[in-house]
């Protein structure tokens, strides 16, 4: 089973896109719920939850709540119908995603290979896959330029880590939660 390393918004940061990705689940019935914005740091697969997560609290420990940069690209996948924003690859987070990964590799996790002069790190905003019905290509398009369209906040700021074992049922999501500390 695969686990997710996210990075969770404050409340005020959240609203905005909860917004955003509000109206596009309404106009395309894609969604009843949507899921909550988040940055995923790492995918694990089948990991010893108690020894990642001491891991995992171990690297955070030094961390603050911290802010993270956006801008409205977005990165779009016509395939799956997705639609993600793009995060900037600079200060805390990329740092951060790199420490993770370097120290998750160390400890021999099945974990993805990533290249951190070209981070890919994103929000993933709508995806059709997960949805109640298939969007088709017209609608896609509308969707994206919609995004577009909508004012996003450039700076969010990143208050908690979570570890997910399912990104689309919120009941059984949380595994373990790593609380940054206040400024």
């Given at each position: 089973?695969?686990?997710?390393?996210?990075?969770?918004?404050d409340k005020d940061s959240c609203s905005n896109m909860e917004k955003v990705q509000r109206n596009i689940c309404r106009k395309y019935k894609l969604y009843k719920n949507i899921h909550m914005p988040h940055i995923v740091m790492e995918v694990l697969e089948d990991p010893d939850i108690d020894?990642?997560?001491?891991?995992?609290?171990?690297?955070?420990?030094p961390y603050k709540k911290f802010k993270v940069e956006i801008n409205n690209d977005l990165s779009f996948n016509a395939n799956f119908k997705i639609?993600?924003?793009?995060?900037?690859?600079?200060?805390?987070?990329?740092?951060?995603?790199?420490?993770?990964?370097?120290?998750?590799?160390?400890?021999?996790?099945?974990?993805?290979?990533?290249?951190?002069?070209?981070?890919n790190l994103y929000i993933p905003l709508v995806r059709a896959n997960f949805g109640l019905r298939e969007w088709n290509?017209?609608?896609y398009?509308?969707?994206?330029?919609?995004?577009?369209?909508?004012?996003?906040?450039?700076?969010?700021?990143i208050d908690k880590m979570e570890l997910w074992k399912n990104v689309n049922n919120k009941k059984s999501t949380v595994v373990?939660?790593?609380k940054l500390r206040d400024f």
């Open positions: 089973m695969k686990y997710y390393l996210v990075a969770l918004f020894k990642v997560s001491g891991i995992i609290a171990d690297i955070l420990q639609v993600d924003i793009k995060v900037e690859s600079k200060g805390y987070i990329i740092r951060l995603a790199r420490q993770i990964n370097e120290m998750l590799r160390l400890y021999k996790f099945n974990i993805k290979e990533n290249n951190f002069d070209n981070c290509n017209k609608e398009i509308a969707a994206c330029e919609n995004v577009k369209r909508n004012e996003i906040k450039h700076v969010i700021k373990k939660t790593f």
